[in-house]
């Protein structure tokens, strides 16, 4: 039954969609300096809204859950639409929405295997705030990857597969027939995004963001034979290109609010672009692939032996240097 209505879903956001572009409303295309960037086209930023109505059609006995990524999908709209326009007050409002989630939620991180790390966790108000701290990077580095089309989506559904492929949905009592269903609804919306029919806009990446980190903190609380850094490797990509370009900006003296175009997921682009630009490619897309199809096969590496923090802890160590070997390498070819 899930599967039908997502599919009715689809549909219902496929006619949606021809509205707003008829009206000129809820698309992605503004006039700002960073979206002249890849396009200027006008797709409708319908994504969150496909995501929040599937996961109460899913998901509906955690209303709780619910509640919570109600208010980000919310805060998410609201720049959406350009009512929320100040970089500093969305960043004020979603610290509050994520305090008041996660203490209601209880979501906590007892055990790191870093035993300066754990010592510190015994403090509840440490503790507390690391939470926030690790769900507000997740959030922010889910909306930071989202500037190519199917990067968010694509990466979200290969973490969604190897959460099913070893049943760790089964450790928040959720049903077999459920996670498929999300599986499902993320895969729709994949196709929706990679032929520009929507985008999932702030709103969104918000709500994926925070999404997966209950999921995956809650899974961990569970059962802390799961190797923590297995975790950290399954949402290595957003968070290291959050904080990569926070410590970049930093460096250079800028604000790490101000947006720039050299992010990695933009470099590449670039550099794709360079290489393509005699082809009738699209660059964008095929751009969000390549950086996917990397972390198919990392992610994939991980998952043999989820349980083993020495093994997860190479893995990441080696994503780290190659993503700044990567980063430095290119940037200086798009330069010349």
Same mark, same amino acid.
């Given at each position: 039954?899930?599967?039908? /209505?997502?599919?009715?879903?689809?549909?219902?956001?496929?006619?949606?969609?021809?509205?707003?572009?008829?009206?000129?409303? $809820?698309?992605?295309?503004?006039?700002?300096?960073?979206?002249?960037?890849? @396009?200027?086209?006008?797709?409708?930023?319908?994504?969150?809204?496909?995501?929040?109505?599937?996961?109460? !059609?899913?998901?509906?006995?955690?209303?709780?859950?619910?509640?919570?990524?109600?208010?980000?999908?919310?805060?998410?709209?609201?720049?959406?639409?350009?009512?929320?326009?100040?970089?500093?007050?969305?960043?004020?409002? &979603?610290?509050?929405? !994520?305090?008041?989630?996660?203490?209601?939620?209880? $979501?906590?991180?007892?055990? @790191?295997?870093?035993? !300066?790390?754990?010592?510190? !966790?015994?403090?509840?108000?440490?503790?507390?705030?690391?939470?926030?701290?690790?769900?507000?990077?997740?959030? #922010?580095?889910?909306?930071?990857?989202?500037?190519?089309?199917?990067?968010? $989506?694509?990466?979200?559904?290969?973490?969604?597969?190897?959460?099913?492929?070893?049943?760790?949905?089964?450790?928040?009592?959720?049903?077999?027939?459920?996670?498929?269903?999300?599986?499902?609804?993320?895969?729709?919306?994949?196709?929706? #995004?990679?032929?520009?029919? /929507?985008?999932?806009?702030?709103?969104?990446?918000?709500?994926?963001?925070?999404?997966?980190?209950?999921? $995956?903190?809650?899974?961990?609380?569970?059962?802390? *034979? %799961?190797?923590?850094?297995?975790?950290?490797?399954?949402?290595?990509?957003?968070?290291?290109?959050?904080?990569?370009?926070?410590?970049?900006?930093?460096?250079?003296?800028?604000?790490?609010?101000?947006?720039?175009?050299?992010?990695?997921? &933009?470099?590449?682009?670039?550099?794709?672009?360079?290489? *393509?630009?005699? #082809?009738?490619?699209?660059?964008?897309?095929?751009?969000?692939?390549? %950086?996917?199809?990397?972390?198919?096969?990392?992610?994939?590496?991980?998952?043999?032996?989820?349980?083993?923090?020495?093994?997860?802890?190479?893995?990441?160590?080696?994503? %780290? %240097?190659?993503?700044?070997?990567?980063?430095?390498?290119?940037?200086? @070819?798009?330069?010349?």
């Amino acid at each position: 039954m899930n599967f039908l /209505l997502i599919t009715l879903l689809a549909i219902l956001i496929c006619v949606f969609n021809f509205y707003l572009n008829k009206h000129n409303f $809820l698309l992605s295309y503004t006039g700002d300096k960073h979206q002249k960037f890849t @396009t200027k086209e006008k797709i409708p930023l319908t994504g969150g809204i496909f995501l929040l109505i599937s996961f109460l !059609l899913i998901f509906f006995n955690n209303l709780e859950l619910f509640f919570s990524l109600t208010l980000l999908f919310s805060l998410g709209l609201s720049s959406d639409l350009k009512i929320l326009n100040s970089p500093k007050f969305r960043f004020l409002l &979603q610290l509050i929405i !994520l305090f008041s989630s996660i203490y209601f939620l209880n $979501l906590e991180i007892k055990n @790191t295997r870093i035993i !300066l790390l754990d010592s510190l !966790l015994h403090n509840n108000f440490f503790s507390y705030f690391f939470v926030v701290f690790c769900v507000l990077i997740l959030v #922010n580095g889910t909306n930071f990857i989202d500037g190519l089309n199917t990067n968010v $989506l694509g990466y979200y559904l290969i973490v969604s597969f190897f959460i099913f492929s070893h049943d760790l949905y089964e450790l928040l009592e959720i049903e077999r027939k459920a996670w498929l269903s999300w599986i499902f609804c993320l895969s729709l919306l994949y196709l929706l #995004n990679f032929f520009k029919q /929507l985008f999932i806009g702030d709103s969104g990446a918000y709500f994926l963001g925070f999404f997966y980190a209950y999921f $995956l903190i809650k899974i961990f609380s569970i059962d802390t *034979t %799961i190797s923590p850094f297995f975790i950290i490797l399954l949402l290595w990509y957003p968070c290291f290109e959050i904080l990569f370009s926070i410590i970049r900006k930093i460096n250079f003296n800028k604000s790490p609010l101000s947006p720039d175009n050299r992010h990695f997921h &933009q470099v590449v682009y670039l550099f794709i672009k360079k290489l *393509t630009k005699k #082809n009738k490619i699209n660059s964008n897309t095929l751009s969000a692939n390549i %950086i996917n199809f990397y972390n198919l096969i990392i992610i994939f590496l991980g998952s043999v032996n989820i349980y083993n923090s020495q093994y997860q802890i190479f893995l990441i160590i080696i994503n %780290i %240097i190659l993503y700044i070997f990567i980063y430095l390498r290119i940037r200086d @070819t798009i330069n010349k």
